[in-house]
């Protein structure tokens, strides 16, 4: 009776052991690997003086924010300085409008003498036929008439010519002009990066930068990481490949107290598509294996889950 106790208590051991190992064994996860998450590191654009920088790690910002800023002194003045340059240029360039007048205006009077010639040089001509002048008056009127013709085509010749050096001459004071907007285009667009806005809503990781600082750029002055949504980089061997796809819902496993574990939902958004040796700190469903595919899971973080920390992934 008592042999036939203790065999009855043997094999009721035994189914309990059973039912143990079987539990374990559901309970053991396909992957494991570390939560991460995307990093922007944030840098100054332009090099200077950090007049101010109001973030803290930890601190939780939105985008488009504005967080610090660059001193733009030394930028005002530079831009303060071509734009003196621009006005300066005006001063250099030549009126010819007031020469040219000059000369049409004297031409006017020319031509009104040159007129004035050739009618007396008519009347000269028929008293000479009537006996009651001389050629010589005549002789003077023509060359009267001739100085008065190469004078109005002199004055002309200096209108044109007036007009096309000045014309010259403004055009290489005001090639300048062109370059110089464009500097002062780029100082302004240089002045409007002395803010010191943030790229993407998120929480400050690290803050390498502090106010009073002078800086570079691109000098690094801060790590920002969106931790609403983070990320599982998790490992599986070939013979699990065929098991995933894109958009696949899983559960993530993370350690809790009293050796459970704590759940959440996860979405596979990206699977390696080459093989790499397995990291020393991952472990496989098959630890023999040496080459494993990466894969990313996306898990809703409820404040919980932190950068570095361990999980566990089962497929569903």
């Not at 654009?45 to 504005?66: A, F, R, T, W, Y």
């Not at 100085?147 to 085509?153: E, F, M, W």
């Not at 894109?246 to 704590?262: A, C, E, G, M, R």
């Not at 397995?278 to 595919?293: C, G, H, M, S």
Request: glycine share 6%; with cysteine.
């Amino acid at each position: 009776m008592f042999q036939m106790k203790t065999r009855i208590f043997l094999y009721l051991s035994f189914l309990s052991a059973m039912a143990t190992g079987c539990n374990f064994n559901k309970s053991v996860s396909d992957a494991s690997g570390t939560f991460e998450v995307d990093e922007v590191i944030v840098s100054s654009e332009v090099p200077g003086k950090i007049i101010s920088l109001n973030i803290q790690e930890g601190s939780i910002l939105s985008k488009d924010s504005v967080v610090g800023m660059i001193d733009s002194v030394p930028l005002q003045l530079q831009k303060a300085q071509v734009e003196a340059t621009i006005g300066a240029l005006h001063q250099k360039t030549f009126d010819v409008k007031p020469q040219v007048k000059l000369l049409k205006d004297q031409i006017v009077v020319q031509k009104a003498q040159l007129s004035n010639a050739i009618y007396e040089k008519a009347r000269t001509e028929r008293l000479i036929k009537a006996d009651a002048a001389t050629t010589k008056q005549l002789d003077d009127l023509n060359n009267q008439i001739d100085v008065l013709q190469k004078q109005i085509a002199v004055n002309e010749q200096q209108i044109s010519v007036q007009e096309s050096s000045t014309g010259t001459q403004n055009s290489t004071v005001l090639s300048e002009f062109k370059p110089l907007r464009k500097s002062v285009a780029y100082i302004e667009d240089q002045l409007k990066r002395t803010n010191i806005v943030n790229p993407v809503s998120g929480t400050v990781l690290t803050k390498y930068a502090f106010t009073g600082e002078v800086t570079t750029a691109g000098k690094a002055l801060y790590k920002i990481g969106d931790l609403s949504v983070i990320t599982l980089r998790a490992y599986i061997t070939g013979t699990q490949l065929a098991q995933v796809k894109l958009n696949q819902p899983v559960t993530v496993l993370v350690d809790s107290n009293d050796n459970k574990y704590k759940e959440y939902k996860g979405v596979i958004t990206w699977i390696s598509d080459k093989a790499e040796f397995t990291p020393k700190t991952i472990q496989t469903k098959d630890e023999r294996a040496n080459l494993v595919y990466a894969l990313k899971i996306h898990v809703v973080n409820d404040g919980l889950l932190k950068i570095g920390m361990y999980g566990e992934v089962k497929f569903n």
